[in-house]
């Protein structure tokens, strides 16, 4: 339960608000909002005055995250980050560097409810939602422990971003506004594993992000068998949203599909999930893109990854149905930077 105030999940205009309720003049909300988009503490925002400082230091929540764990990959620099929450629980994120920018994958929640046989991170299940504020600040921990600034966010880490709506919506006004991190909604990628009435809504927010969905299987036996959500939404309803996502933002969505060796990864599963998604977005125009990711091999899944010559006959399959699909280049890979893991790990000592 929080006994403080989380300044740092207000926007300005909520931030004016408070500043005038406590009979501090509305300017102080530019001041502050800047100082907590830089991680600044309370302590050291030096144009509020100490007695105002004094008093944001006993009410307000800290909920800058702190660096618990930190693994560098050898092979190409990624960063796996395992940070600390107010509360004591742990989360991860990673930083990846590529020519056109630093990416940071963040997490929503600490755990995950969703239930996805092949991910690590739900293993438990979901404690609780992360608060807006938490959202941000695991950009804000890495941009000051690197040294680097973030211009990319994929919302793929722990937790179901559409799950968690209210707060993930905060988050991004947060995260676009001047004066803050102004980090632009065409560089933030939302992964959903198919939350229909997430996806419906967020619509409707007439957001430019770019949407990721979880699919992983062609048919509802297969999927229901690895994802529960499918009991919920089938992939006809699914994909009917994603056709209105489509329609409303004009953005592209990416399709993710892991490959489990002997589940779903055979020719004929291509080619089932080729004609699947020909037949649902024809006539959109919309442009098709599969994200091809090899199982990470987790112990308490016993699920196994295929060949690489498997998973390059996968993709020229789908190419026949005018499909474009990318074969995900796994980074970090001698860190164990695959969702989940290292708070598995640290949740196990």
Same mark, same amino acid.
């Given at each position: ?6 300044? @740092? ?18 300017? *102080? ?8 988009? *830089? ?19 006993? %009410? ?51 755990? %995950? ?5 092949? %991910? ?45 709506? =209210? ?50 299987? @062609? ?51 291509? =080619? ?21 990711? *090899? ?33 995900? *280049?796994?980074?970090? @890979?001698?860190?164990?930077?695959? %969702? ?10």
């Amino acid at each position: 339960m929080i006994d403080k105030i989380d300044i @740092a999940s207000m926007t300005k205009a909520e931030l004016c608000d408070y500043f005038k309720s406590i009979g501090e003049p509305k300017f *102080r909300a530019e001041q502050v909002f800047s100082w907590i988009s *830089r991680g600044t503490p309370v302590s050291e925002m030096t144009n509020l005055s100490k007695a105002l400082r004094e008093k944001l230091e006993k %009410c307000a929540l800290n909920t800058l995250p702190t660096v618990e764990e930190k693994l560098v990959s050898k092979l190409d620099g990624t960063v796996k980050y395992l940070f600390k929450l107010y509360d004591g629980a742990c989360i991860e994120s990673v930083l990846m560097r590529y020519n056109h920018g630093n990416t940071l994958c963040i997490s929503s929640q600490v755990g %995950c409810r969703m239930g996805c046989k092949f %991910c690590a991170s739900t293993i438990g299940g979901k404690v609780r939602d992360l608060l807006p504020s938490e959202l941000l600040g695991q950009i804000i921990a890495a941009e000051k422990d690197s040294g680097e600034r973030i211009s990319n966010i994929v919302m793929m880490g722990i937790g179901e971003p559409l799950d968690n709506y =209210d707060n993930v919506i905060k988050f991004l006004k947060l995260v676009n506004a001047e004066g803050g991190l102004n980090i632009g909604y065409r560089h933030i990628s939302l992964s959903t594993c198919g939350v229909v009435s997430g996806i419906l809504k967020l619509a409707e927010e007439d957001f430019p992000l770019t949407l990721s969905i979880s699919l992983h299987a @062609a048919n509802d036996e297969k999927r229901s068998e690895i994802m529960p959500v499918n009991n919920k939404w089938k992939i006809a309803e699914l994909l009917s949203a994603c056709v209105s996502y489509y329609k409303r933002s004009g953005r592209r969505i990416s399709f993710e599909y892991t490959l489990i060796a002997g589940k779903n990864d055979g020719i004929s599963d291509a =080619d089932e999930l080729g004609a699947l998604l020909k037949k649902a977005f024809f006539g959109t125009g919309a442009p098709i893109h599969v994200n091809l990711i *090899r199982v990470n091999e987790v112990k308490e899944t016993g699920f196994k990854k295929g060949s690489e010559e498997s998973v390059k006959i996968f993709a020229d399959r789908l190419s026949k149905y005018g499909i474009v699909a990318t074969v995900r *280049r796994r980074l970090g @890979a001698d860190v164990n930077a695959a %969702c989940g893991q290292l708070r598995r790990s640290n949740m196990a000592k």
